[in-house]
């Protein structure tokens, strides 16, 4: 049985799940908007990774007898200065998400929650990624 505050924390973390592909549907619309369809591409396979984390967290918090309660999705933003503007915004956007995951890592361990710390290493290692990924398509665009 999954302890009430991991449970509030995941709850939390499900709605910035949901609320990044939301972000990343607008960055999608704005790009296609623009005439970038290949960044409006790219913004939309994000969109649909960022679902799948938060589903995937979704049925984890189920599958440990919690309960999953949904809140309000913000509006995201729906136009930005520039391409590179965009960037920087995802980028910062996945720095902010890495914090919320490291944070509920660390109150996995204090309330020794082996199952979800283990649960939580893929989403650890999956922030590397996705920082390094928005951090180099915005050095690119920075040239």
Do not use: C
Not at 15 to 21: A, V
Not at 33 to 61: P, Y
Not at 126 to 142: F, G, H, P, S
């Amino acid at each position: 049985m999954i302890k009430s505050e991991i449970e509030k924390a995941f709850n939390a973390q499900i709605n910035r799940e949901f609320f990044s592909s939301y972000l990343y549907l607008s960055m999608s619309a704005y790009f296609q908007d623009i005439n970038l369809l290949g960044f409006a591409h790219w913004m939309r396979i994000q969109a649909q990774e960022e679902l799948l984390h938060a589903t995937k967290m979704f049925d984890f918090v189920l599958e440990r007898g919690g309960r999953v309660i949904l809140d309000k999705i913000d509006k995201p933003e729906n136009t930005w200065q520039s391409p590179i503007a965009a960037f920087e915004a995802a980028y910062k956007h996945e720095i902010f998400i890495t914090e919320n995951i490291n944070n509920l890592v660390s109150l996995a361990i204090e309330h020794k929650d082996y199952a979800s710390n283990s649960f939580l290493q893929w989403f650890v290692n999956e922030q590397v990624e996705e920082e390094a990924t928005a951090d180099e398509i915005l050095k690119k665009l920075k040239l």
